[in-house]
């Protein structure tokens, strides 16, 4: 059994994973962090990790194995220096870190685990492995490549994180480095050969898309992942938990889960 103490528990994502933690009987959320604490939940939440760990010291919850850290960045320099001082895994899910704090991040691990992925979903790491695996054949072969995203109408930036984490894995992949193109519509020319063109469409309540194109000649290749709903990036979340725990200090990412 795998004991958890998630990380901004009464947030949105904190609640999605508290229920498919629920469902599943080889881990267990043991705790909760948040600094909203009015939120009824079946662990006791603690508005610092310092508090948490308190209580564990003194018996009254059992010790935990792995941290999910899905809250805002607000207390994060706290919450990583008793993690460090309790040498507690972390799956690092908060994003808006500063440049001094993913520092932070890359020198804790040289003491303790920790994961961290651009996007958690088990089903786009596979597609990035994928487009690793194939990325350099194709190309090589004569295929060009885009990526067209789609997101719901509230999504306020453009490309997506994921949709650039896809690019890099392709360009990661060649021999010689491709240019993103983001707009084609002020110049008149055939397409070059090293660019990956990235599109986004905005509208409705798409919760997410992503599909690469490798257009080649007389033929098409299309790879295509779409997301549901948030559950996805909880399910990859508590993998990557599981994954974690009684791991040697390091950084890993969802690459090092799927395997």
Known sequence: M????MRGCNGRMG?????????LDN???????DLYDEQKNDYPVYQTLTDCLKDI????IEKAD???DFASPKNFDEFLSAALGEKLPIVLCTTGLSEQQLADVDAASKQIAILRSANMSMGINTVIKLLKDISAMLTGAGFDVDIVERHHKMKLDAPSGTALALADAINDSLPEK???VYDRST???IRPKNEIGISAVRGGSIVGEHEVIFAGVDEVIEIKHTAYSRAIFGNGAIQAALFLAGKAAGMYDMSDVIG
């Open 27 to 33: 881990c267990r959320i043991i705790a909760g962090i």
């Open 57 to 60: 010291q003194a018996g009254k």
């Open 2 to 5: 795998t004991n958890i103490i």
């Open 178 to 180: 491709y240019e993103y």
């Open 187 to 189: 110049r008149r020319e």
């Open 66 to 68: 792995v941290v999910i």
């Open 15 to 23: 609640q999605v994973i508290s229920g498919l933690v629920a469902a």
